[in-house]
């Protein structure tokens, strides 16, 4: 089983920026993939960033090219989204996840944390 806590959440205004944070915890990640999708209401996840746990390559949706960025420190089990420039539109609950297979749909993500809510406002 794996375990994902989310941190680093929270109000920002337009043009700002946060590190979200994603502590995995329960089994060895150095084969696996991670994964940043976000949620308004009303609306299913949408893909944000996915990277090779052990690093390699990397591939964002286009609205998060140029302004965030995931990374990951194995020796930590924790994935990292780094959002500069935020907008109101980036406004969401934000959740970390785990795939064992490069993919950027959230059916091929098993494991998923409980996500942190960002609010930029304007």
């Known amino acids: 089983q794996v375990h994902l806590v989310e941190s680093g959440g929270g109000l920002v205004q337009s043009g700002g920026s946060l590190r979200l944070s994603c502590v995995a915890s329960?089994?060895?990640?150095?084969?696996?993939?991670m994964g940043w999708f976000r949620q308004t209401p009303g609306k299913g996840r949408e893909f944000v960033a996915t990277?090779?746990?052990?690093?390699?390559?990397?591939y964002y949706a286009h609205f998060a090219e140029g302004r965030f960025t995931i990374s990951g420190d194995n020796a930590k089990n924790t994935s990292y989204l780094e959002m500069t420039n935020l907008r109101p539109s980036d406004t969401a609950v934000y959740f970390c996840?785990?795939?064992?297979?490069?993919?950027?749909?959230?059916?091929?993500?098993?494991?998923w944390g409980q996500g942190t809510q960002v609010t930029v406002s304007s």
């Open positions: 996840a785990v795939s064992t297979y490069y993919t950027t749909y959230e059916t091929g993500f098993r494991y």
């Open positions: 329960g089994r060895a990640f150095n084969d696996k993939h």
């Open positions: 990277a090779s746990w052990y690093g390699g390559w990397l």
